[in-house]
């Protein structure tokens, strides 16, 4: 009997070793697949200032763009103008990639009404597109797109973006999906509202390179305030966390 109760206290200890060996198992496991996420997108970012510097054509465009922020912001009020805001009112910023799953679900779940917020005059909406997905020419061609419209077609920006935003959704909405190409960047802007004449303008920009130098210091930036990753939401200048599931709207409507 003594022998049998030892064999089933010695079953216990092994069980409960096994389990902790497991725990300790998934926690380094988790902490490497964390890790890695971290490093990942350090390399994107890194990669999206390399592309920027190979890429470039014009280094001497002006640090100084119109109707946007010092920090690069693209501030959006009641009048739904880039570089307006609702003074006294809070300041949602948004840091985004087009082609950033998360950052499309975020506008999925709250773009529409934040739109509708800034233009009620309930908030000052502040979008600051940066290159995550630098792999991809849409990526740093769409934020070049975007500051070109706030400068040249101010009226438009958010309109811009709600169209862009648009149309990536398809990349997650369907499993077969192209990277949209020149063409669509095209589409977009002329579904903002942009004549052929101005999209026109916006893509000689592009190829020209004329804010390779403002991407430059975007994405220098991002990394000096230790942003890593996007979507990264901030409100009144504190990074929001849990945005998801509402969570962003209910704190706004307590302000």
């Not at 920090?71 to 307006?84: L, M």
């Not at 003074?87 to 082609?99: F, N, R, S």
């Not at 975020?106 to 934040?114: I, P, T, V, Y």
């Not at 589409?187 to 000689?204: C, R, S």
Request: charged share 25%; aromatic share 8%.
């Amino acid at each position: 009997m003594a022998q049998k109760k030892m064999s089933v206290q010695e079953r216990a200890r092994q069980t409960a070793a096994r389990i902790q060996e497991e725990e300790r198992k998934r926690t380094l496991r988790n902490r490497m697949i964390m890790g890695g996420i971290v490093t990942v997108v350090l390399v994107l970012v890194a990669t999206a200032v390399w592309y920027i510097v190979g890429h470039g054509k014009n280094n001497n465009a002006s640090s100084t763009l119109k109707n946007v922020r010092s920090d690069y912001g693209i501030s959006i009020g009641a009048n739904s103008k880039a570089g307006t805001e609702n003074k006294g009112k809070p300041e949602v910023a948004i840091y985004y990639d087009y082609l950033c799953s998360w950052c499309n679900i975020l506008e999925k779940e709250n773009g529409h009404q934040l739109s509708e917020m800034a233009r009620k005059g309930e908030i000052t909406l502040i979008y600051h597109p940066v290159i995550i997905q630098s792999q991809y020419p849409f990526s740093p061609k769409m934020v070049s797109a975007t500051y070109w419209v706030a400068e040249n077609v101010p009226e438009r920006a958010l309109d811009f973006i709600d169209a862009a935003f648009d149309h990536t959704k398809a990349l997650f909405d369907k499993e077969k999906a192209t990277v949209p190409d020149d063409p669509e960047i095209q589409q977009i802007a002329l579904n903002a509202g942009l004549t052929d004449a101005q999209v026109k303008d916006m893509m000689k920009a592009i190829s020209e390179g004329r804010y390779t130098s403002e991407l430059e210091k975007i994405m220098e930036k991002f990394q000096k305030d230790g942003l890593t990753g996007a979507p990264s939401v901030f409100v009144d200048g504190k990074k929001f966390g849990d945005w998801r599931g509402g969570k962003l709207l209910d704190a706004l409507k307590k302000k």
